[in-house]
């Protein structure tokens, strides 16, 4: 069991090329892409064009495509959440900012997964002048 999750943003990826370490991905079967670790795995899927729900959009009225996000097995710790997180903000920022929504209740119960319950916003803060900064 693990944790699933969507990344919303307003452009299609380039996969792996968009991804952090993207030459350490593989892939098994297309279009999905894995970065494995001894304890942990994270999967992402082939961006597609979709329907957003109007929450999100409240959140990012730019959105348009969603690409799957998800880690497997949901006690993977600490370092894969971190991970995990860190793929979402690589997507958003290849895209110009994004929603990030978890899907998957069961992940209440871990401290490392709780905080990706709830849906945040990823967007670039600051004006081009400004150092560039990643918030939720």
């Known amino acids: 069991m693990g944790m699933s999750a969507v990344v919303w943003t307003a452009c299609i990826l380039s996969l792996p090329e968009d991804l952090p370490a993207s030459t350490k991905w593989k892939t098994y ?5 894995a970065f494995e670790t001894a304890g942990w795995q994270v999967v992402v899927e082939e961006t597609r064009a979709s329907h957003p729900p109007e929450a999100i959009r409240a959140q990012n009225d730019a959105v348009a495509y969603a690409t799957l996000v998800y880690i497997e097995p949901i006690g993977a710790g600490n370092d894969g959440y971190m991970f995990l997180e860190e793929v979402a903000r690589s997507i958003a920022k290849a895209c110009g900012g994004g929603v990030f ?6 992940c209440r119960s871990l401290p490392e997964a709780n905080k990706f319950t709830n849906s945040w916003l990823l967007q670039k803060a600051g004006s081009s002048s400004q150092k560039s900064q990643w918030t939720r």
């Open 101 to 106: 929504k978890a899907l998957a209740e069961t």
């Open 29 to 33: 079967s297309s279009p999905n892409w």
